[in-house]
């Protein structure tokens, strides 16, 4: 009896070790679906007339969104009459490549870019922070994006923000909603078929805060996830929600060495 | 003077109220039966499920003012639609005038409408012959998968109509 | 959505600066509006969004009317459109956009149109205005 236990414990503790090794993890938990010579942007799966639409950069309709950024980011505001560009000049502090390392872990919280400027404007500027998702709020954010534009995608999936990292890449696997779908089955598996009359890209972030035609106006990346759960029937976090910067923190890795594209024009 | 003989007793006027109201609210109802009345001023109750439904009729009668029984010149206006419309709200459409924009040969009006929208005019353009050449790039909504018309009316009174079907299409999820 | 009340709705235009006479250019223009089409209702409440579009376009050059534009509900919203113009002298090009509430807002941008010899054509006088036909 007691040969016997000891049989069953060693068997456990072998058949446990080879279950829960590093080595095992860490191999899948780097592999990428696309390889880099693979990767397209949304800009590759639109029609011609909405190609047109993006790269011409006065026929952008969210360069009006850009354009009143710039503005936004020159206005001084509060006790101290700061603006964002008393700090941020042109060659001290300088803000180009800043939102292609975005989401980041700042203070053990990973932050998006929105919620970034309203940290900025909290704790440096001394004034009321933006509503999430405000106009302003995505001018700013889009002006930002649109600085580094043409500077490729490259997050930081290491130290700290692993563990977003890996809570990101589950929701990415994750089946949610009445229709039981997970991101990958339909963006890694068969990009480039078509849905209905719509074709289904790869699903990156690179040309976020993008202007949507269907609601006419320049989105950030978390009302695209709401948009994205609504549709299969699950229900939608709230913008600015920790899971939904885990989930673009993996995506925009899943994308790294793409060209920041910002403001696209996307359906 | 007694109640007896005052013939506005409390039922009467009851009655004579009550009948003023179920008049008014019938005359109401009856308004959005009427034949000939326009889209704009249909009575809408408040939280029907309503949708303005496209008149075929409508847009056909539309073309046919605009035209009044001139001839049609089939070459005169050129129209570049897309094929498929990657999203109803935003359609990028051009046109192009064939004509010299000198003398008496330049459009004066250009009609853009689309047949199956619930308002089938679009936009009207009016040219001059500073303009150089009567050529639009513009942007439009589509409700549904129809054909665009483009009407041009020059000057010296002959009219060119051309046609282009777009397809509006849903996509993936919804 | 349709009730916000900002008052820096942006007009932008894009024209040449400069020209050779007789040549035609485009003009670009694009307007951020919300181009409301009377008909949508609110998700929560089904109060309908009331209509509010831009009704007339008018371009202006020298003060003179060359172009003008009807637009109704059909109109895609942040509309953009472009046209072409005869460069004939060089001068002040105007763009101007009226909504159905009356309120008007306006661009300008300065054309310098060269004729074949690189000089400047500077425009002539406003009562010479209807000899320019002549002219040409």
Redesign the interface.
């Known amino acids: 009896m007691l040969i016997n236990r000891i049989i069953c414990f060693a068997l456990f503790l072998i058949f446990s070790m080879n279950v829960s090794s590093e080595d095992t993890i860490d191999k899948n938990l780097y592999e990428k679906p696309y390889a880099s010579n693979e990767l397209k942007s949304g800009q590759y799966f639109s029609r011609k007339e909405t190609r047109n639409m993006e790269i011409e950069e006065f026929e952008n309709p969210g360069m009006i969104w850009v354009e009143r950024g710039k503005e936004l980011f020159d206005i001084e505001e509060g006790k101290n009459s700061n603006s964002c560009s008393s700090c941020h000049k042109q060659d001290v502090n300088s803000l180009l490549g800043a939102a292609a390392t975005y989401p980041k872990v700042h203070n053990n919280k990973l932050i998006n870019i929105e919620q970034k400027i309203n940290m900025c404007r909290k704790n440096y500027m001394k004034v009321e922070e933006y509503k999430l998702e405000s106009v302003n709020l995505l001018s700013l954010s889009s002006y930002i994006a649109y600085i580094s534009k043409g500077v490729p995608m490259n997050v930081n999936v290491e130290g700290k923000a692993k563990k977003y990292f890996i809570k990101g890449k589950e929701m990415f696997y994750q089946r949610v909603g009445q229709m039981n779908l997970a991101c990958n089955q339909c963006h890694d598996e068969i990009a480039g078929s078509y849905l209905r009359a719509e074709r289904i890209s790869q699903g990156h972030v690179n040309g976020f805060p993008a202007y949507l035609m269907r609601w006419e106006s320049v989105a950030s990346v978390h009302r695209r996830f709401q948009f994205c759960n609504n549709q299969a029937r699950a229900k939608p976090l709230e913008i600015g929600h920790d899971d939904y910067n885990a989930l673009q923190l993996y995506i925009a890795w899943r994308g790294n060495s793409l060209l920041l594209e910002s403001p696209s024009v996307r359906r | 003077m007694s109640l007896k003989n005052n013939f506005l007793t409390r039922r009467v006027v009851f009655n004579f109220i009550s009948g003023f109201f179920c008049a008014v609210s019938s005359k109401v109802t009856l308004a959005d039966q009427q034949v000939g009345a326009p889209f704009r001023d249909r009575f809408?109750t408040?939280?029907q499920t309503?949708?303005?439904e496209p008149d075929p009729e409508e847009a056909k009668r539309i073309v046919r003012n605009i035209i009044k029984g001139r001839e049609v010149r089939e070459d005169l206006i050129y129209l570049k639609a897309?094929d498929?419309?990657?999203?109803g709200?935003?359609?990028?459409i051009?046109f192009a005038v064939d004509c010299s924009?000198e003398g008496m040969d330049y459009p004066t009006v250009v009609h853009i409408l689309?047949l199956d929208?619930?308002?089938?005019?679009?936009?009207?353009?009016?040219?001059?012959p500073?303009?150089?050449?009567?050529?639009?790039?513009?942007?439009?909504?589509?409700r549904t998968s129809s054909d665009i018309i483009a009407i041009a009316e020059m000057q010296d009174g002959t009219v060119g109509k051309t046609m282009s079907f777009v397809?509006v299409?849903?996509?993936?999820?919804? | 959505m349709a009730s916000e009340t900002r008052k820096n709705w942006r007009r932008r235009l894009k024209a040449p600066e400069s020209a050779v006479k007789g040549e035609i250019i485009t003009i670009k223009t694009m307007a951020e509006h919300i181009m409301e089409p009377g008909v949508r209702r609110d998700p929560e409440t089904g109060i309908i969004y009331p209509k509010k579009i831009i009704d007339l376009v008018i371009c202006r050059f020298n003060g003179k009317q060359i172009y003008k534009t009807h637009w109704f509900s059909g109109v895609s919203a942040n509309p953009f459109m472009a046209f072409k113009m005869k460069a004939i002298t060089s001068g002040l090009l105007e763009v101007e956009w009226i909504d159905d509430y009356g309120q008007s807002s306006y661009k300008k941008a300065v054309i310098i149109v060269y004729d074949e010899n690189g000089k400047k054509v500077i425009p002539m006088k406003l009562d010479k205005i209807n000899s320019v036909k002549e002219a040409i």
């Open positions: 809408q408040y939280r309503f949708r303005i897309p498929i419309a990657e999203n709200n935003t359609v990028p051009s924009m689309v929208n619930p308002f089938p005019e679009i936009a009207k353009f009016y040219f001059t500073e303009s150089g050449e009567a050529n639009v790039d513009i942007r439009i909504r589509m397809d299409t849903i996509g993936a999820c919804s």
